[in-house]
Nanobody, 120 residues
Framework: QVQLVESGGGLVQAGGSLRLSCAAS????????MGWFRQAPGKGREFVSA????????DYADSMKGLFTISIDNAKNTVYLQMNSLKPEDTAVYYC?????????????WGQGTQVTVSS
C-alpha cells in the first residue's frame, strides 16, 4: 500500500519561506503524478501544484505561479514544495497526494498533512 508522509511545516513570519517534503513508500512514483493541496480554516481543499514522476511536467494554480516551486528527487522518492514570500492567507494544512494522471483530479492516495502557519 502506498503511504505518503509530509514534513516541513511549521510557524513562519510573513515574507518567509518553507520547504515541504513528502516521502512516499510502497512503490516508486516515477510512473505516477504527485500533487500538493491545501485546506485553510473554513475552506475546502485547494489545488496547489503537481508534477509527474519524471519531473519534466509541472502544473501550478494561478495564485501560486512564481511563488511556489514543486520538485522531485527520484532517488529519495520524495517530492518537495518550496514556498517563498509566504502570506498569512497561505496558512493551511498542506497535503501530499499521488495519482495516475497529470492534472488536478483523480488522486488516489493522500498523506496526513502538515500544518503551515504564517504570522502577520
Amino acid at each position: 500500500q502506498v503511504q505518503l508522509v509530509e514534513s516541513g511545516g511549521g510557524l513562519v513570519q510573513a515574507g518567509g519561506s518553507l520547504r515541504l517534503s513528502c516521502a512516499a513508500s510502497g512503490r516508486h512514483f516515477s510512473n505516477y503524478v504527485m500533487g500538493w493541496f491545501r485546506q485553510a480554516p473554513g475552506k475546502g481543499r485547494e489545488f496547489v501544484s503537481a508534477i509527474n514522476g519524471k519531473g519534466d511536467s509541472t502544473d501550478y494554480a494561478d495564485s501560486m505561479k512564481g511563488l511556489f516551486t514543486i520538485s522531485i528527487d527520484n532517488a529519495k522518492n520524495t517530492v518537495y514544495l518550496q514556498m517563498n514570500s509566504l502570506k498569512p492567507e497561505d496558512t493551511a494544512v498542506y497535503y501530499c497526494a499521488e495519482g495516475a494522471l497529470m492534472g488536478r483530479h483523480c488522486y488516489n492516495y493522500w498523506g496526513q498533512g502538515t500544518q503551515v502557519t504564517v504570522s502577520s
